[in-house]
């Protein structure tokens, strides 16, 4: 547990506080941003709030809170406050270390330190940096580039995106089992240069985290009756992720609905939760995203040979214990039903069946789990890598081939039904041709007539002189073509000659052209 310094230790740094030369305007202003108080003013009402704010916190015995802008102090003075103004869940320097850093930290800047080097505050860009360190001990190395835990949270990492700076303090969601409650932040652009380069820089995005511990690296987890809004706006984002589903879920990104071209402008961001029963703790980052296309070429680079495939392939064939005999390979990612284009598994994967790393990527962005969609065992983006076995085949098929057939030696070979079926419709769809010159007038009536009538039973008359009976569904002889019927149409109708037919009921009879033909 951290505990209060001595009065005599108290009143020496209010009085470093108070100097004029101890600590720049900039790094006030990213103490008081780090600890919820107002950045904007001169100097003199910056100090005045930092000196408010460690006066109330020893006055009150609160020694965590005392000892987190204490160390504030430290780092601001070391030149390692812009890129690691956050801590983790004990700030609380060690005893062996502790009176060390601070008497080199309240060195004035660009004096010699106690510890044989020069601890110096530069500038570049306009940016201060992490500062340099040029001794022959090493006990104030430049750190490495900052990740979630530098700024109070830790997440478990993702290939898309990379922490770079946090916006503002770490928001305590207490359990509210029956009420609803919200949490209003500011958000100023001229709070943090960061802020206004995302303007600029598309790649740098502000993003909104929360996790149910501030303890080791955490899953990104919102209260399960949680809203977002920025600037009276809802934020359309899924804040649960997929259900029963555990790291789901992904950071919300504000960015679109920011004004930070205004630095002066407070953007307000609320977040609503209720029915909890557990502590959540929100905060926001700048994030560095990264795009697919770059994933894509450093898997590209990590590359299960070929050599090392029919290796395995061969071993599980000389297992006694292994009754192994040819396997059908897909071509087909089994995520986009798509033909592979860049084929690959885990390392640990010890199938041959691959998917595509594009389609993987894609869903892992939607919803991160990083399981392998064949064996459902892990498949984190750091295993990933390309099948040269697979890509081989692909490369020696055409587009219309989906399988092939592996033997327990390595050999492989088109899948054999597949490719015969492919044949045998083309074939048939290259024969399937129509010669017009074999086709009639009188076969399309007749066709015609003879699908639209129905079946009869009355007796067949004597045929009417001069028209042809010859069905029309009668085979033709030796392959030449049928004679076309003829109707002649200059008979009369008004022969006197001829017996009067008995009265009964006359069938029919239809034109070429459709229509029937008047009773005679």
Not at 10 to 36: E, M, T, V
Request: proline residues 7%; neutral net charge; contains cysteine.
């Amino acid at each position: 547990m951290p505990s209060l310094p001595p009065a005599e230790e108290f009143r020496a740094f209010l009085k470093r506080i108070n100097s004029n030369n101890y600590l720049l305007n900039k790094q006030l202003q990213h103490i008081c941003s780090l600890h919820g108080m107002r950045s904007n003013g001169v100097k003199a009402e910056l100090q005045r709030r930092l000196i408010e704010a460690i006066t109330k916190a020893f006055t009150q015995g609160d020694a965590t809170t005392y000892r987190e802008i204490e160390q504030s102090v430290i780092r601001e003075k070391a030149g390692l406050g812009s890129g690691t103004r956050g801590y983790a869940a004990s700030t609380t320097p060690t005893p062996a270390t502790t009176q060390q850093q601070v008497r080199n930290a309240h060195a004035p800047i660009g004096q010699p330190s106690s510890m044989g080097g020069n601890i110096s505050g530069v500038q570049q860009n306009g940016q201060q940096n992490y500062g340099s360190y040029s001794g022959t001990n090493g006990l104030l190395p430049v750190p490495p580039s900052p990740t979630s835990a530098s700024f109070g949270l830790s997440f478990k990492h993702s290939p898309f995106y990379r922490v770079v700076d946090r916006v503002g303090n770490i928001h305590v969601c207490e359990p509210m089992e029956h009420h609803r409650f919200s949490i209003n932040v500011g958000i100023q652009a001229q709070e943090n240069p960061l802020l206004q380069q995302c303007t600029r820089d598309k790649s740098l995005r502000v993003m909104v985290f929360c996790a149910t511990s501030n303890v080791d690296a955490q899953n990104i987890s919102f209260p399960h009756q949680s809203e977002l809004k920025v600037n009276g706006e809802d934020v359309k984002a899924n804040l649960r992720g997929l259900k029963n589903k555990p790291g789901s879920t992904r950071p919300v990104d504000i960015t679109d609905l920011l004004r930070l071209k205004i630095a002066a402008y407070r953007n307000s961001l609320e977040f609503t939760y209720a029915l909890t029963k557990t502590r959540f703790y929100l905060a926001i980052f700048v994030c560095k995203v990264v795009a697919n296309e770059h994933l894509l070429q450093a898997i590209s680079t990590r590359k299960i040979s070929k050599d090392s495939v029919i290796r395995e392939l061969t071993r599980k064939a000389n297992d006694a214990d292994i009754e192994l005999s040819s396997q059908v390979l897909s071509l087909k990612c089994p995520l986009s039903y798509m033909r592979l284009v860049t084929p690959v598994r885990a390392t640990t994967c010890t199938h041959v069946q691959c998917f595509d790393a594009d389609s993987y990527l894609q869903l892992q962005q939607q919803g991160p789990q990083w399981m392998c969609p064949v064996c459902s065992k892990p498949a984190p983006y750091e295993r990933l890598a390309v099948d040269e076995y697979v890509r081989d085949i692909l490369d020696s098929t055409s587009k219309g081939v989906e399988q092939v057939d592996i033997e327990p030696n390595g050999h492989w070979s088109v899948h054999g039904p597949v490719e015969a079926e492919a044949e045998q419709s083309e074939n048939q769809h290259d024969t399937f041709e129509l010669d017009d010159d074999e086709v009639s007038i009188s076969d399309v009536h007749a066709l015609r007539k003879q699908d639209s009538e129905t079946p009869t039973t009355l007796a067949p008359r004597t045929p009417v002189s001069g028209v042809s009976r010859e069905p029309s569904s009668m085979p033709r002889s030796g392959g030449t073509k049928r004679a076309h019927e003829v109707i002649d149409l200059t008979l009369s109708d008004d022969d006197d000659d001829e017996p009067p037919q008995p009265a009964h009921k006359r069938r029919q009879l239809a034109r070429p052209d459709g229509e029937p033909t008047p009773p005679s």
